[in-house]
């Protein structure tokens, strides 16, 4: 399993773009990258997944460079409802099932 | 559709009891998993499963037990509880295209 690295903590203003950087050095060929987010007392919920490049939906934009060793989750615009946890997870989803690990995330506190 | 489901959402059990959490979802996924949530850790994979009637172990499957029988339900049986088993237990589910949908959590204290 691709280990990942990201900051623990974050503060951001409201209405501010918000970038979080993920580190996964060994990830290999067939995995994607994966973002989570929690909130207190909830379960994770899927925010995006990308491969290469750019992704973008609704809610988030997912960049990944050509090498792949890390990738960068932006959140356009944040409100006081987007902190939370996130969580970036590195797996294989062309094999059936595969083991991921959820690290301990990045705590983002928005900040009126 | 509910999604998935999990229930008792609190619990509060006694050293040497045993009891079982329920996990339910109605999306016809094939994998289905367990996970727990220390207190400001991330989810740490406990057992899994990726169809009726096969399970194996995720990362810290001691002192648990699942079954699967049925496709959409999970349960995760607790044998004899210890004060360490303390945590918040997510199940969730997925397809083989989809990420994962998670239940809203079991929160277990065990004195």
């Known amino acids: 399993l691709a280990k990942t690295t990201q900051p623990i903590s974050m503060d951001s203003y409201e209405g501010q773009e918000v970038n979080i950087t993920c580190s996964h050095n060994?990830?290999?060929?067939?995995?994607?990258i994966t973002w989570y987010q929690q909130f207190p007392s909830q379960g994770p919920r899927f925010i995006i997944q990308?491969?290469?490049t750019k992704v973008t939906n609704e809610v988030a934009s997912l960049f990944i460079p050509a090498d792949r060793k890390s990738s960068t989750l932006s959140l356009p615009r944040v409100s006081l409802s987007d902190t939370a946890v996130y969580y970036c997870?590195?797996?294989?989803?062309?094999?059936?099932?595969?083991?991921?690990?959820f690290g301990t995330g990045t705590k983002l506190q928005v900040i009126p | 559709n509910a999604g998935v489901t999990q229930t008792p959402k609190f619990q509060v059990l006694k050293t040497g009891q045993s009891m079982t959490l329920q996990c339910a979802q109605d999306?016809?996924?094939?994998?289905m998993s367990w996970y727990r949530q220390d207190p400001g850790m991330g989810l740490r994979l406990i057992h899994y499963?990726?169809?009726?009637?096969?399970?194996d172990q995720g990362e810290v499957p001691n002192g648990y037990n699942v079954s699967r029988s049925t496709t959409e339900d999970f349960p995760l049986r607790l044998l004899s509880a210890a004060p360490s088993q303390t945590s918040v237990y997510f199940c969730?589910?997925?397809?083989?295209?989809?990420?994962?949908?998670f239940g809203p959590g079991t929160r277990l204290t065990v004195t």
């Open positions: 060994n990830i290999a060929t067939n995995d994607y």
């Open positions: 499963s990726v169809g009726a009637g096969i399970t």
């Open positions: 990308g491969y290469k």
């Open positions: 969730a589910s997925r397809d083989r295209v989809h990420e994962q949908y």
């Open positions: 999306m016809n996924h094939e994998y």
């Open positions: 997870l590195v797996g294989d989803k062309t094999g059936g099932y595969q083991k991921v690990t």
